[in-house]
């Protein structure tokens, strides 16, 4: 699968959204970080923006809940017009039953992993999910350093994936920039979610098409090698 580039609002103009969103017409997906204050220190949107975001842009959009009770909330996210729902395993109650409702509902169903959470433990729900997200920062916060050790944990999810034959994508999210998409890259992750590289770009969609090769040309070299 070609990499693809999932831009985080959480680093633009909260205040036109809608501009924010067409700046980056060629990425494949806009990340919207939902948080509550709760299950993050911090608190940013809920359904109403992100069905306002899903009438302003025809680019797909991957909705990353960092937020308690996900089996309640969640496939609210689907109606409001996300084509990707990612919940935290560490507030899911019943994270199989929440896959299953999100994808029947009609949404691709994500699962995402904090730093400090192993991925060992669901080897077995893996063909339930279409994505995982392996965190590369504490979530809660844009602008973050993009940690290293991480990256071991990104090589054994691509394993896990590959020994079981699976199509599911392998997302990662926080500090992933020129200096760290590589690395990302070469380790098994396709999809970047990139905040503060691509708005903080003068140019953010010439930065997202920036970013897609570098990690094509990464993903590439690691193939050949
Ligand atoms: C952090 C969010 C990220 C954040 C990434 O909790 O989940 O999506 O926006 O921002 P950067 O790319 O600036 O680290
Ligand atoms: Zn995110």
């Avoid at 809920?46 to 899903?54: M, N």
């Avoid at 409001?80 to 009609?106: Q, Y």
């Amino acid at each position: 699968m070609p990499a693809q580039i999932s831009p985080s609002i959480l680093a633009a103009d909260f205040a036109r959204l809608a501009d924010e969103a067409r700046a980056v017409d060629g990425a494949d997906w806009l990340h919207v970080d939902v948080m509550d204050n709760h299950f993050v220190p911090n608190l940013t949107l809920g359904t109403p923006v992100v069905e306002a975001l899903s009438r302003a842009t025809g680019t797909p959009l991957d909705c990353h809940l960092m937020i308690e009770d996900p089996d309640r909330w969640a496939p609210q996210y689907v109606e409001a017009g996300a084509g990707s729902v990612t919940f935290h395993v560490e507030a899911a109650a019943a994270p199989v039953r929440l896959a299953r409702e999100i994808r029947a509902k009609g949404a691709r169903a994500s699962m995402a992993l904090k730093p400090g959470t192993p991925v060992e433990p669901y080897e077995d729900l893996l063909p339930e999910l279409d994505m995982l997200l392996v965190m590369t920062v504490e979530p809660g916060f844009g602008g973050q350093a993009f940690l290293d050790i991480m990256l071991p944990k990104i090589r054994r999810t691509r394993q896990l994936i590959d020994k079981h034959g699976l199509e599911m994508w392998l997302q990662v999210d926080g500090g992933v920039s020129a200096d760290t998409v590589e690395r990302c890259a070469e380790a098994g992750a396709n999809v970047f979610v990139a905040g503060s590289a691509v708005y903080g770009a003068d140019d953010p969609a010439a930065a997202v098409r920036a970013l897609r090769t570098q990690a094509e040309e990464a993903a590439r070299r690691t193939s050949a090698g």
